[in-house]
Nanobody, 124 residues
Framework: QVQLVESGGGLVQAGGSLTLSCAAS????????VGWFRQAPGKEREFVAA????????YYADSAKGRFTISRDNAKNTVYLQMNSLKPEDTAVYHC?????????????????WGQGTQVTVSS
């Protein structure tokens, strides 16, 4: 079992930056790949970024490329999502999720554990 807790969300003006954290507890976190997803009101949860267990591979949604950076510190059992040049359309609840193994996935169904999410609001 893995427990995930997100933090770092908040209200920011367009063009600003935020860094989200996903802290894990439970089973050995290094055995899991991690993804960030987001869900805006009235929309489906969508993939944002993913990182494999060794941080050797990352993958981003087109909407995140060039603006967001995913990273992890396995010693701290934490995954980060650095978000720059934020836009109002980035407003959503951001969730981190973990899946066993080293492979990357963009599919929600591939992830075994989910956090409760942290709200990000970008004002224009």
């Amino acid at each position: 079992q893995v427990q995930l807790v997100e933090s770092g969300g908040g209200l920011v003006q367009a063009g600003g930056s935020l860094t989200l954290s996903c802290a894990a507890s439970g089973r050995t976190f290094t055995m899991y790949s991690v993804g960030w997803f987001r869900q805006a009101p009235g929309k489906e949860r969508e993939f944002v970024a993913a990182i494999n267990w060794s941080a050797g591979s990352t993958y981003y949604a087109d909407s995140a490329k060039g603006r967001f950076t995913i990273s992890r510190d396995n010693a701290k059992n934490t995954v980060y999502l650095q978000m720059n040049s934020l836009k109002p359309e980035d407003t959503a609840v951001y969730h981190c999720a973990a899946r066993r193994g080293s492979g990357l996935s963009v599919q929600r169904s591939a992830f075994d554990y989910w956090g409760q999410g942290t709200q990000v609001t970008v004002s224009s």
